[in-house]
DNA sequence: TTGAAAGCGCTAACAC
DNA sequence: GTGTTAGCGCTTTCAA
């Protein structure tokens, strides 16, 4: 049916090893013969077959990317600084959504595998025993994005989420309160548990405050249950007067929340938190926030991953990438 | 290296047919052959090589989708529509950007079908003769996601914008409007220039109103370009007392560049969008928009797909799907 | 119900 | 510089 290298070897009046070189840009070609291999190519129309380029080469130059889900703005925004990498280096992804249900990762994982794909980049809000037995028996590079790995012992690029929760508490303690309340994520992300959570009580402790654990509100991520949520704060005796949001979705559900009950933000109530979409400047107030960036640890990581793809060796295989704290309207 | 099908054949003193019958779940196999063959993959911890799989059969059970930027919600939702079917039909996706420029289309689908993928999801603004002569001489399925085909030649899957953007705006002339801006993304985008401007036209003529060039304010969809160009609005001697924004990334631009001004929405303008994200419900006042069901727009177009690609005979390949009107706060 | 064998389209020694 | 050839790991006739 199509052409294959074989009717160009034909045409041109050389052997298929001749085509293969030209199409793969070896150098040992007389000039003229990869005139004439080059021109028959492009009369004939060859598209050469990646897929028995891969089988023969072991090669695919294709990637696989788990992540839980791309319609949220924080995968998208990192996945197109891992395609962009990608493209660079001439890899394509195969994209696949895990919904953070772990069967699925182990599925996807393993088809991904079968896929034969020359590397992976997994995101997930944690990682399980299981996934990380597959992934150490996996015959290929691995990197995890924004995605924590207790153990240190796979390749990771993420910002210091610890130190930002920090930065961010500590702003607004610097701001004079001593109530302040954090409004997380689910706990089940290990960022969430293991890193906001810890800087929030950090500061506060470092400034000789007490934690109050109904301070302390656990969101599913959504502006809706962020929303809802303020009712749990409102109805405290003593209300916080600042809040440290886990995200911009969080922060906006809080805030309306809040002025929908009639308090003003920043006068009554402070707020701020990391920044993972357009959300933190579209709305008003403009939110302060830490703005974590997305599109680099994508980039990053696939970078990262080409390098181990390459056999190259990697001096630092758990990168930290800088944030930094924009300081808008939501706080004094 | 890895185990082969030929090494699982040996361990249970079968042919390679035989494994491969198992694999593929073949009827023509004993229970008990078949039982002695599982327990050897399990066993061996054999797993197909897709790729080669691929070459012998010529179905590599992987699709194409060129999106214009994936970190776009918009895109992002609609992928993930597309993906929920395609895992649902045991398809894996190469997802590409293509930033809507002409030359990396074209790179992409040569690349793509290259890679033998079994069908191809498309997304532009615009189709250019190059990609349709490309498309018509690719020989496998294609359809275009939320793009126009004005030859209709090829499978498309869409809302009726024309007639959306005739409903909001029509909405507005009910509520009593007469200077009624439109302010659209770029006319480079076929859905605006031939969809949405000729709804809002269409209206506006038919309410037996003029239609102002002033009011037609073009932007590149961006919240700051929309900020920027209320300014434009804001010095006209009649300035427009409602807006028909083409998406709520524009909506919410102008609605704060509005408020930056002093004057306030609903009362002094009244504002209708197309939805294609949280903000429209996210910001106060909560946007009266047109609904997208962009997520439907791509299982629809994926569903379509796997109908093509199993030969089956499709009666309607231009698809509209159903959208809908929610009133808000933005209009009265 | 099972096996033998011929490809699928290409890469990569190896030989000339 | 160029050609020959043996795979890559699987599917798919065709026989048995």
Redesign the interface.
């Given at each position: 049916?199509?052409i294959t290298i074989y009717d160009v070897a034909r045409e041109a009046n050389v052997s298929m090893a001749t085509v293969s070189r030209v199409v793969n840009g070896n150098q040992n070609v007389k000039p003229a013969t990869r005139k004439k291999v080059l021109d028959c190519i492009e009369r004939l129309g060859y598209?050469?077959?990646?897929?028995?380029r891969?089988?023969a080469s072991k090669k695919?130059t294709?990637i696989g990317v788990i992540v839980p889900?791309?319609?949220?703005?924080y995968y998208?925004?990192l996945?197109?600084g891992i395609?962009?990498i990608a493209?660079m280096y001439e890899y394509?992804?195969?994209?696949?959504?895990s919904d953070k249900r772990m069967t699925r990762e182990m599925e996807l994982f393993?088809?991904?595998?079968?896929?034969?794909v020359d590397g992976l980049i997994f995101m997930s809000d944690s990682l399980s025993e299981e996934i990380k037995k597959e992934m150490s028996t996996a015959?290929v590079p691995i990197v995890l994005a924004g995605t924590l790995d207790s153990s240190t012992d796979l390749a990771t690029v993420n910002i210091d989420h610890e130190q930002a929760a920090y930065d961010a508490v500590k702003k607004l303690i610097d701001n004079g309160h001593t109530r302040i309340s954090h409004v997380s994520g689910p706990l089940t992300r290990d960022i969430n548990r293991y890193c906001k959570k810890v800087g929030y009580e950090r500061a506060i402790k470092e400034a000789g405050l007490p934690v109050y654990e109904e301070y302390f509100i656990e969101t599913d991520n959504t502006?809706d249950d962020a929303y809802e949520k303020w009712r749990i704060l409102r109805q405290l005796d003593e209300k916080p007067t600042a809040i440290f949001a886990g995200n911009d979705?969080i922060a906006?559900?809080m805030m309306?929340g809040i002025?929908d009950d009639g308090y003003s933000i920043p006068d009554d109530i402070e707020i701020i938190c990391f920044q993972h979409t357009?959300?933190s400047?579209?709305?008003?107030p403009q939110l302060t926030s830490i703005v974590v960036p997305l599109?680099d640890l994508g980039a990053v990581s696939m970078r990262l991953l080409t390098k181990m793809m390459n056999g190259e060796e990697v001096t630092e295989s758990n990168v930290l990438l800088p944030y930094r704290m924009e300081e808008r309207q939501s706080t004094k």
């Amino acid at each position: 049916m199509s052409i294959t290298i074989y009717d160009v070897a034909r045409e041109a009046n050389v052997s298929m090893a001749t085509v293969s070189r030209v199409v793969n840009g070896n150098q040992n070609v007389k000039p003229a013969t990869r005139k004439k291999v080059l021109d028959c190519i492009e009369r004939l129309g060859y598209r050469p077959n990646a897929v028995a380029r891969g089988l023969a080469s072991k090669k695919t130059t294709t990637i696989g990317v788990i992540v839980p889900d791309i319609s949220k703005s924080y995968y998208a925004e990192l996945s197109r600084g891992i395609a962009d990498i990608a493209t660079m280096y001439e890899y394509n992804i195969i994209l696949s959504n895990s919904d953070k249900r772990m069967t699925r990762e182990m599925e996807l994982f393993d088809d991904l595998l079968g896929k034969q794909v020359d590397g992976l980049i997994f995101m997930s809000d944690s990682l399980s025993e299981e996934i990380k037995k597959e992934m150490s028996t996996a015959n290929v590079p691995i990197v995890l994005a924004g995605t924590l790995d207790s153990s240190t012992d796979l390749a990771t690029v993420n910002i210091d989420h610890e130190q930002a929760a920090y930065d961010a508490v500590k702003k607004l303690i610097d701001n004079g309160h001593t109530r302040i309340s954090h409004v997380s994520g689910p706990l089940t992300r290990d960022i969430n548990r293991y890193c906001k959570k810890v800087g929030y009580e950090r500061a506060i402790k470092e400034a000789g405050l007490p934690v109050y654990e109904e301070y302390f509100i656990e969101t599913d991520n959504t502006y809706d249950d962020a929303y809802e949520k303020w009712r749990i704060l409102r109805q405290l005796d003593e209300k916080p007067t600042a809040i440290f949001a886990g995200n911009d979705d969080i922060a906006v559900g809080m805030m309306n929340g809040i002025r929908d009950d009639g308090y003003s933000i920043p006068d009554d109530i402070e707020i701020i938190c990391f920044q993972h979409t357009l959300l933190s400047r579209a709305v008003r107030p403009q939110l302060t926030s830490i703005v974590v960036p997305l599109y680099d640890l994508g980039a990053v990581s696939m970078r990262l991953l080409t390098k181990m793809m390459n056999g190259e060796e990697v001096t630092e295989s758990n990168v930290l990438l800088p944030y930094r704290m924009e300081e808008r309207q939501s706080t004094k």
